[in-house]
């Protein structure tokens, strides 16, 4: 199989957009993207697009909701970047998974990364390595022994009602910045 790729789109483009044509064009990338899948599995649906994810997931392939989530805020500060890998990552997720085998498959499992590789003529990788705080802020302070934590509301609040977390690193116990100064 030849590598049929999505073309880059121009940067200068992009940057011009609006967030309502911005999320116009990702949702034509999208059913760019679909259409080029179907050249593989005629029978693949079509996904519904959303624009409400949060946090620091940039894209989910949602097969619940029969659908693509993306993150605004990450989709506007990261545009080519999400034209380019992530529209593209989570589609092979969305076509791997409505192959016979798909639901026993691992999410980045060879099939994934075949789909990834032979169809967008992209490297497989599977994280992002976007600035996520304006899209997941975490205004929460911990620390511990060797540095300092931003955690979100639902830790927060997890901690307040007795939960404790620990660091990966130094493996000690979370404690508010305002608890360590004392």
Do not use: K
């Not at 593989?40 to 989530?69: C, I, K, N, T």
């Not at 999400?82 to 498959?105: C, Q």
């Not at 994280?127 to 705080?133: A, E, L, P, V, Y």
């Amino acid at each position: 199989m030849s590598r049929p790729t999505l073309p880059a789109p121009d940067a200068a483009w992009l940057d011009s957009l609006s967030h309502a044509a911005l999320e116009g064009a990702a949702a034509e990338r999208v059913e760019a993207a679909w259409r080029l899948a179907r050249e593989v599995y005629p029978g693949l649906p079509r996904p519904a697009l959303w624009f409400d994810l949060r946090g620091q997931s940039a894209g989910q392939a949602h097969f619940g909701r029969g659908g693509l989530r993306l993150n605004r805020v990450l989709l506007a500060e990261n545009r080519r970047a999400f034209f380019v890998e992530i529209i593209p990552h989570e589609m092979a997720h969305w076509l791997v998974r409505h192959l016979d085998e798909g639901r026993r498959v691992r999410p980045h499992g060879h099939e994934w990364r075949t789909v990834m590789r032979d169809l967008y003529g992209l490297a497989p990788r599977v994280t992002h390595g976007f600035d996520t705080r304006r899209a997941s802020p975490a205004p929460y302070r911990y620390t511990c022994d060797c540095r300092e934590h931003h955690l979100g509301a639902r830790r927060h609040a997890r901690i307040a009602a007795g939960q404790r977390y620990y660091c990966r690193h130094c493996r000690q116990w979370l404690r508010p910045v305002a608890e360590a100064s004392v």
